[in-house]
């Protein structure tokens, strides 16, 4: 019998996408067969999946968390944010449209029943179903039509958890207060709560806890302490991976973007002791002390770039290349690097075209049909094997493509300059292979180590599963998963 929760936060970022995660490996240790399941997820940092879809990286690392492959069904609504505005809509994998925020509000309803669809789906193979909401069901202004948490919970029915994070501060009143906001009906869905990221001696906050359970009515789930080693998985924000990792000696400089997309490139680098991965904010300079230059994807290149040359970005490039300073760009960074994107059709604002970086000798022209693939290829230069995916608009050519550097089958990808020290590629997630990386790392001088990139990534997801288990009560929020 298939049983299912959804855990909701009392705001955005309180870490219900690890809590997931864990409780996910924690019941799979039990011997239940999870599945994860976010109805509408917001982000630019995406997984290409074997069904030939598209879903949020979280998503996938949750999937990862209870042994299962990454499928559509897991995020059956992913929003990409292309401006302030607007996003990309992605439903069951492909792209549906591209809408202001106004029109997805009309939309959500037309979208729900797909989204149902991909929920029943998901859970005919599953003996539980681990919901993951978004945002704050305390977000009232945004009830109607809601597909992301309460309205999905009232057309699912479904029991409801909800996180608090106390390491902001102010946790008593998030909980508190989101039971006082909510109308009756949506209230009465949640049984119990979590306290996340607590940093300290656990029972310095029982009147805290006791306090909430006499003002709301819900179970005490637990508190869970701060995980430790969280930043060795992979993160869904790019300052979550920039805050909290340890460096070494061979420095790789990375420009934050404003629509920043598929940065789990970096996760594998950081990993590696020798290396140390620097987020550059706007406002900040590129260090002159780079060894390595990495630019990254992006969910809207042409207003990146603009934003790249508004930063002087550009300049402190060139000077890095003048002084013999390496350059990699991936896929959007790629793009960047040529001499010229053309946008005839429009497709990521006016139609027309803008000049590049000038690094390589490439034209990009971006185009309609979407690439999305799962890719296995080879490091031309030592012959290595190399994982990874495709998700990108356009096409590259030009004579600095007569150096690419991998091959893909019968096809080869990616162009280097003449003196090979500026490099770009659409194929994301390289990094993860482990020779692959070692013997790129090596050839830049850097210093690198035995590390089992996806061996390290799982038995990180065992400490966050026995760390879960450990510190809730796993029983109880188990008993609180509703047959289907």
Known sequence: MTRSIMIQGAGSNVGKSLLVAGIARAALKRGLSVAPFKPQNMSNNAAVTADGGEIGRAQALQARAAGRDPVIDMNPVLLKPETDIGAQVIVQGKRFATMKARDYGAAKAELLPKVLESYNRLAAGADLVLVEGAGSPAEINLRAGDIANMGFAEAANLPVVLVGDIDRGGVIAQLVGTNAILPAADRDRIRGFIVNKFRGDVSLFD???????????????????????????????????????????????????????????????????????????????????????????????????ADFRAQGWDIDLAAHVRRGGRVLGICGGYQMLGMEIAD?????????????????????????????????????????????????????????????????????????????????????????????????????????????????????????????????????????????
């Open 344 to 484: 005839p059709d429009g497709i990521e604002g006016a139609p027309g075209h803008a000049p590049g970086l000038g690094l390589l000798d490439v034209t990009t022209r971006l185009e309609p049909a979407k690439t999305l693939a799962l890719t296995e290829a080879t490091y031309l230069a030592t012959g290595e094997s190399v994982a990874g995916y495709e998700i990108h608009l356009g096409q590259t050519e030009g004579p600095d493509r007569a150096r690419a550097w991998l091959g893909i089958g019968d096809r080869k990808d990616g162009a280097a300059s003449a003196d090979g020290r500026v490099m770009g590629t659409y194929l994301h997630g390289l990094f993860a292979s482990d020779a692959f990386r070692k013997a790129f790392l090596a050839q830049l001088g850097a210093e690198t180590s035995d590390l089992t990139y996806t061996d390290a990534l799982d038995a990180t997801l065992d400490k966050l599963g026995a760390h879960v288990e450990a510190h809730l009560d796993l029983d109880a929020l188990l008993a609180l998963a509703h047959p289907l």
């Open 207 to 305: 009147a805290g806890r006791a306090e909430i359970v006499t003002r709301t009515g819900w179970q005490d789930l637990g508190v869970l302490p701060w995980f430790d080693d969280a930043w060795r998985l992979p993160a869904e924000d790019v300052m979550d991976l920039a805050s909290s990792r340890p460096g070494g000696a061979f420095k790789v400089v990375v420009p934050r973007l404003a629509r920043i997309a598929n940065f789990d490139d970096l996760d594998p680098l950081a990993a590696e002791p020798g290396v140390s991965v620097e987020i550059i904010e706007p406002g900040r300079a590129l260090p002159g002390d780079a060894d390595l230059v990495l630019i990254p994807g992006s969910k809207n290149t042409i207003s990146d770039l």
